[in-house]
């Protein structure tokens, strides 16, 4: 079982929601030293000092939600990899579906800040995923194959094992339609195979490759006991502790 060799990754994404103090509050609730799965809280920016120091001395690792990929200068109301990497942050979400959607964000420049977020020594965690039309139309596998394909676009063996990929169907996010275990399972696996195709399959087998689209308590067991699916992001459920614990009990802590 291939599946034993990697990481299993449970990461909330914040989105645009917590408060400083909404945010300390939550901290405390999520606090847990936990082993045997890797535990990620990506926060918005203003919150990531407060999460680094809520979370010091429990396994619980920070994570920020975009990054930019030059290393500084004219661009106002960016973030560097340096930055994120200086304050505390250890993972970085890269081309989330809302990004693509309403920040212009391209295959090109998650491609840049995927590999920035790899040279600051950040783990980046790259979305890919299909829209409903898309779907529809048949297209998942090429619109999936050409996402992670130009978002690993010149990277060698090494950083590509060091990239999460999380793949989320754009359908599914924030809309309490979950792809069910079987759809979720088939995409992360020609996710696996596309990066086996163009690399090895002892690299594919390295890299892990989350689930995220309305992960929730109830359904988290049945996705990630998926062959593929090494974890998810979960949105809306990881701002409940009780949710998120489920969910993390569920990945097999
Ligand atoms: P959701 O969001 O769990 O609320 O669907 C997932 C995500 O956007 O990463």
Redesign the pocket.
Known sequence: MNKNLRKTVI?G?W?MNKTRREAEELIKQLRTNNTKVNIVVCVPYTNLQTAVEGFKGCSVKVGAQNVHFEKSGAFTGEISADMLKEIGAEYV?IG???RRQYFGETDETVNKRTKAALDAGLIPIM?VGELLDEREAGITEEVVSRQTKLGLAGFTADEVKKTII?Y?PVW?????R?ATAEQAGDACGLIRGVIAKLYSKEVADAVTIQY?????ANNAAELLAQEDVDG???????LSAEDFGIIIKAAGA
């Not at 599914?172 to 309490?176: F, K, L, N, P, V």
């Not at 995220?212 to 929730?216: E, F, L, T, Y």
């Open positions: 990461a994404n989105k979400i989330h579906s809302e979305c999380a989320e599914a996010i924030g809309t309490g979950t995220g689209g309305s992960m929730n998810g992001l979960i949105g809306g459920a990881s």
